[in-house]
């Protein structure tokens, strides 16, 4: 039996300490979501993720949970360890005041307040640091916290639900004509929404459909994103299952400039977020969302809203939910044949849910 080297030991933990950060998305915004491993001769002795709303901190969560053990072990952490104090002290003095022997680092972090700094001190306490393990399964594992420091925007997954060539039910569509995937693709959809700060949707949908845009998986429903909707004229209605649903996750609503004061929806604690124009350009709703702190954002919604992301290039990965059948009367395209195209997105994996298929694509790295 071949005896594995030391990079893919460390490749080894980094992809579990990686796996660990995934359990953040959707819950760790504005924060990033970091992974770390506390790892004593080839056994791990701690481990965390960044906990809802940004802290506790992963190196936090496994320096604890390895007490003293962790003197003399090595750290495997997805994100260069914070230098600055914020309301948290920084985790690279952490990880030298518990007299860790090693660092292994995914990638260093961009934001100006840490970028090289939070490895300093540790290599500066005579700590052994290797770099750059498992860059780009990190960097992608964190594309939304990068983009809103590089482009000043979240990452943007659209989420599709067609039938076997692309096609969803028509505004003509009732009842169980309006599904077109099976109940087991529609919870892989929830479990979807969960690891997302925000879900983007227009108003149209809302008014021909009344939906809730929560999770409602068992053991998730306090994950529920952020319910963004794009509403030129604030048509939004207090009787809507949106806002009956107020108290389980958060409700924006983005406005066009000259739409109407709506001083109810103010009341039921609905944020208005109001445009520079009289349609919110995708540009800068991403950069107001960015503003915000959101840095996952799911697009669920109809063709036009699909179309102006597509159109604005700001899609950067697509979970195509693809039914097992054809509709045959009632069906419109879900989206814009060339406007997919010319993202040059990559299929990456193929699963199954149910009888239809996940298929998943992003940008190349």
Known sequence: MKTKSSDDIDADFMRSAISLAARGLG????????????????????????QPGGRPHAETQ?????????????????LEPCAHTGKTPPCANALVDAKIARLVVA?????????GL???I????????????CRDQAWRANLGFFLSLSENRPMFTLKLATDALGHIPGPKAVGADKWVTSPQARNRGHLLRSTHDAVLFGIGTVL???PKYTCRLAGLEQTSPVRVVLDSQLRLSLNSN????????????????DAQTRDDLLRANITIIRSPQPQPDPTWVAAELAKRGVTRVLIESGPKIVNAFLEAGLVDEIAWFRANKVLDKNFVPAFHDKLLEKLELC???????????????????
């Open 27 to 50: 819950t760790a915004f504005p924060n990033p979501a970091v992974g770390c491993l506390i790892v004593k001769e080839g056994v791990v002795v701690g481990r965390g993720w960044t």
């Open 62 to 78: 496994a320096l604890t949970q390895a007490g003293t053990a962790a003197q003399g072990a090595t750290a495997y952490v997805t």
């Open 107 to 115: 990638i260093t972090d961009p934001d100006p307040r840490v970028s």
């Open 118 to 120: 939070g490895l300093r």
């Open 122 to 133: 540790i290599k500066r306490a005579g700590i052994s640091v290797t770099e750059n393990i």
């Open 208 to 210: 021909s459909d009344d």
């Open 242 to 257: 949106l806002l009956k649903t107020a108290d389980v996750s958060p409700i924006w609503v983005i406005c066009g400039q």
């Open 347 to 365: 299929l990456e994996a193929v699963l199954q849910a149910g009888s239809d298929h996940l298929e998943l694509y992003a940008k190349g790295l």
